[in-house]
């Protein structure tokens, strides 16, 4: 798992819409990076719109918001479309950078144990290094804490 205050793994990943989005090209902002399990579900829903009503509040306090998951690039388009949300996602699909940042893990559910995403947010500063993590993250007021935690930079 990565630590605060240690340099985030850099990564370019395909983002909804087309094009790119790495790490490196976003320096001198903060860059909050939400990992969700999986588009249009009802957490991760709740979750993405949550940080879309937020987004020029984010924007105006110089940092960018990334929601990663294993989505292909399509459908993250269609969850986008279908929610009009204000936030880039990001594809993963082959969990390259969710392992990186230590949120690939081993999961349960009705006595089914299975790997995917831990929702798990991280806050890098506009230096590239990690400011925070929020581990199993609740979709509940979380994205104004985190917009807090923006402003306190």
């Known amino acids: 798992m990565i630590e605060v205050g240690a340099k985030a793994p850099e990564f370019t990943l395909p983002r909804?819409?087309?094009g790119e989005v790495s790490l490196d090209s976003l320096s001198g902002q903060a860059v909050v990076l939400y990992f969700y399990p999986k588009d249009d579900t009802p957490g991760c829903t709740k979750e993405a719109i949550a940080f879309t009503e937020h987004a020029d509040a984010f924007g105006a306090a110089n940092a960018v918001v990334l929601g990663i998951s294993k989505d292909?690039?399509?459908?993250?388009?269609?969850?986008?479309?279908?929610h009009g949300l204000k936030v880039a996602l990001l594809s993963d699909e082959n969990s390259d950078v969710c392992e990186r940042y230590g949120v690939w893990k081993e999961k349960n559910m009705y006595g089914r144990t299975y790997m995917g995403i831990e929702r798990t947010t991280v806050l890098i500063d506009a230096s590239g290094n990690i400011a925070r993590i929020w581990p199993k993250v609740k979709v509940a007021g979380h994205a104004e804490d985190v917009l807090e935690a923006v402003k306190a930079l």
Do not use: L, P, Q
């Open 16 to 18: 909804d819409g087309g």
């Open 72 to 82: 292909t690039v399509a459908k993250h388009d269609k969850f986008r479309d279908k």
